[in-house]
Every structure is written in structure tokens, then in C-alpha cells.
């Protein structure tokens, strides 16, 4: 029997839904569905950051962080779902004088996870939606395990991920459309 573990990384979904789908809002439980394609879905694990929250937050801090709180709390409460939030770490100021900052802990809370449940044996197919190269030496370990590993991405990814995975299935329109939120 054919067992699937969905990995979707928020950044990255995030960045896709906002600059080539016009920020729609999508049906997560539909997501995961959609990526296991027919097959058992061991768990949904969703991992992002939440937003910059300063010592002493503006309220419009406070609204992002509330907003970012609650949809990560409604993600966990779904079926087989389970989110995983690293930290965001400020690293100063750009040219601009806008802050800059970075994720942190988030691509190898997901490389730990699809090599653990691949070493144990949990899962025979893992699904992915990043574009980040970090992940490939999960990956790699997860094939040597006998899964069999399909990457979901956008117009941008990264070109040694998409090279080590088995299977590439683009977002599309189509995709994304099947999967909307009804407005």
C-alpha cells in the first residue's frame, strides 16, 4: 500500500500564491489532497515562520502576528495536518532602510522529518512544495530508502532540487483553480 507524506513549505507557498496566482485563497485540506493524488496520507506537514513581532509591537505588528497565529492554528486543527514554525531572525537594515530578515530552522525541521519517516519505513512517497535547495540531502537520504519523492512548484525554483527529485509536477492555473476557496 502506497503511504504519502505531504511537505509544504510556507515561505514558499506563500511567495507562489502571491506572485503568480494574485494572492487567492486556497483549500489546504484540498492541497494536501490533491498532492497525495489517491494515495493514504500518513500527515500534512506545513512549516513556516511566524511574522516579525518587535519588543514593543505596533499594532499593526500585533494584527500580523494575531492573523499569522490563527491561520497556523486552523492548519493544525485540520486532519492529518501538523505545522512546525521555526523562528524569524531580524539581519539589520537593506539600503532602503526596510529590515531584512530570514527564516530560520525551517528548511531542516522539514529535512529531519521526511529522512526520519523514510528511515522508519512510514512512508513510500513523499510530496513537496518548495523550491529551496536546502532540501536536497533529505531528499537524497529519503531516496536511498526507496521513496519515491515528487516535487510541486511554481515558475521559480531552484534547478539542483528539481534535478533530484523523481517527479515534477508544475502549479499551474488549473491546479490552483481546483483548489480555491470559494470567495
Known amino acids: 500500500m502506497s503511504r504519502v507524506a505531504i511537505f509544504i513549505d510556507g515561505g514558499y507557498s506563500d511567495y507562489l500564491l502571491k506572485d503568480e496566482f494574485d494572492l487567492v485563497r486556497i483549500d489546504y485540506s484540498s492541497l494536501a489532497n490533491k498532492m497525495a493524488d489517491g494515495m493514504d496520507i500518513l ?15 505596533s499594532a499593526k505588528e500585533r494584527e500580523r502576528f494575531a492573523k499569522a497565529q490563527s491561520f497556523f492554528t486552523a492548519l493544525d486543527r485540520l486532519p492529518r495536518y501538523e505545522v512546525r514554525l521555526g523562528r524569524l531572525a531580524f539581519r539589520g537594515l537593506d539600503e532602503k532602510k526596510k529590515p531584512i530578515f530570514q527564516q530560520k530552522r525551517v528548511d531542516i525541521m522539514l529535512g529531519v522529518d521526511l529522512a526520519l519517516l523514510a528511515g522508519k519505513n512510514q512512508i513510500t512517497h513523499a510530496a513537496i512544495l518548495a523550491g529551496d535547495s536546502d532540501f536536497i540531502p ?6 536511498s530508502e526507496g521513496v519515491l519523492v515528487r516535487m510541486y512548484h511554481g515558475k ?28
Open 43 to 57: 500527515r500534512t506537514y506545513y512549516y513556516h515562520c511566524p511574522p516579525f513581532r518587535s519588543s514593543n509591537p
Open 138 to 143: 533529505a531528499i537524497v537520504a529519503a531516496k
Open 156 to 183: 521559480s525554483y531552484h534547478k539542483d532540487l528539481w534535478d533530484c527529485v523523481d517527479e515534477r509536477i508544475p502549479v499551474t492555473k488549473a491546479f490552483i483553480d481546483a483548489i480555491t476557496l470559494a470567495p
